[in-house]
Nanobody, 128 residues
């Protein structure tokens, strides 16, 4: 079964940084747009960022724009979410997900229902 694995979460103080990784053990990510989502307790899952297979126009939610950046390394079969200037409201479980948009596509699906494969999530806690 195709599955993604996130890593890199943890506890960080406000203003700190973390880098999340998303890896796939048994399929190539270069055919898939990768979305990052997060879900805080009692809240709905929300989109954070997306990078297409062409990686030309990554998208970000307004709440993380200017602080988070996403990039992909297809040679390593991984996607990374660099999170800087973290705030307590960034606390959530972060998930990566894959949508088979095809090679060299600029498409970045926005809704979680558009993604076929998900990781188990990694906890990010921002607290002093």
């Amino acid at each position: 079964q195709m599955q993604l694995v996130e890593s890199g979460g943890g506890l960080v103080q406000p203003g700190g940084s973390l880098r999340l990784s998303c890896a796939a053990a048994d399929f190539s990510l270069d055919y898939y747009a990768i979305g990052w989502f997060r879900q805080a307790p009692g809240k709905e899952r929300e989109g954070v960022s997306c990078i297409s297979t062409k990686a030309d126009r990554p998208t970000y939610s307004d709440s993380v724009k200017g602080r988070f950046s996403v990039h992909r390394d297809d040679a390593k079969n991984m996607v990374f979410l660099q999170m800087n200037s973290l705030k307590p409201e960034d606390t959530a479980v972060y998930y990566c997900a894959a949508n088979p948009t095809g090679y060299s596509s600029s498409r970045c699906p926005t809704g979680p229902w558009e993604y076929d494969y998900w990781g188990q999530g990694t906890q990010v806690t921002v607290s002093s």
